[in-house]
């Protein structure tokens, strides 16, 4: 006696097939929505550079956020020669003090090392686009050099942490951008 045949049931295969079409969409739904997750975070990536420049006697130090968003500061630390100074205008004030003395001492002359600063501190906002003069020398080619020697000198670390609008944290030191993560509540 031969077995009677099986028959398929279509409502079982039309289940099993609208919850693995379903299950296909959850799936593409949750890539879709990290997706847009990081393209909204990249629309506000601020991206922090200090661009210098030294012409002739003239020497400037910058900080600019060449991002597309907002670049909240978090933190401002200056080093050099492995000490922690209060800011870079106490440092370079101090450099130049230091250094040229022996000049003055030597000429007998008054000698003018002025040069112009500008601040970046914790709480500070960095719009997109915008760039700060943090040093700047103009008709001093002594005093332009003596700042140039500091900034490129590997023992001279300007360390920013900033953050965007979503509480994204990046530190920016001698021109590297490493990212931190999400911001501490520090």
């Known amino acids: 006696m031969a077995q ?3 028959r398929i049931n279509i409502e ?3 289940g099993i097939s609208a919850t ?3 299950l296909a969409a959850l799936v593409v ?3 879709q929505t990290k997706i847009a997750r990081e393209q909204q975070q990249a629309s506000v990536w601020p991206y922090l550079q200090t661009p210098k420049s030294h012409v002739d006697d003239e020497f400037s130090l910058n900080l600019a956020n060449d991002g597309v968003g907002p670049a909240i500061i ?3 630390e200056v080093y050099y020669q ?3 100074f209060d800011n870079h205008n106490t440092l370079f004030r ?3 003090r230091e250094r040229l003395l022996k000049v003055v001492k030597d000429s007998g002359k008054q000698f003018n090392y002025g040069y112009l600063y500008g601040s970046m501190q914790k709480g500070n906002v960095l719009k997109s686009g915008d760039s700060v003069n943090l040093l700047s020398t103009v008709h001093n080619e002594r005093v332009a050099e003596l700042l140039e020697s500091v900034v490129d000198d590997t023992s001279f670390h300007l360390r920013i942490q900033y953050a965007d609008v979503y509480g994204n944290c990046w530190q920016l030191d001698r021109n ?3 990212s931190l993560g999400k911001c501490s509540e520090r």
Do not use: D, E, H
Request: glycine letters at 4%; aromatic letters at 8%.
């Open 4 to 6: 009677p045949r099986r």
């Open 20 to 22: 693995f079409l379903s």
């Open 12 to 14: 079982l295969l039309l």
């Open 29 to 31: 739904s949750i890539f």
């Open 74 to 76: 978090k933190n401002v």
């Open 94 to 96: 101090q450099q130049l």
């Open 82 to 84: 492995g000490k922690l």
């Open 176 to 178: 590297n951008v490493t």
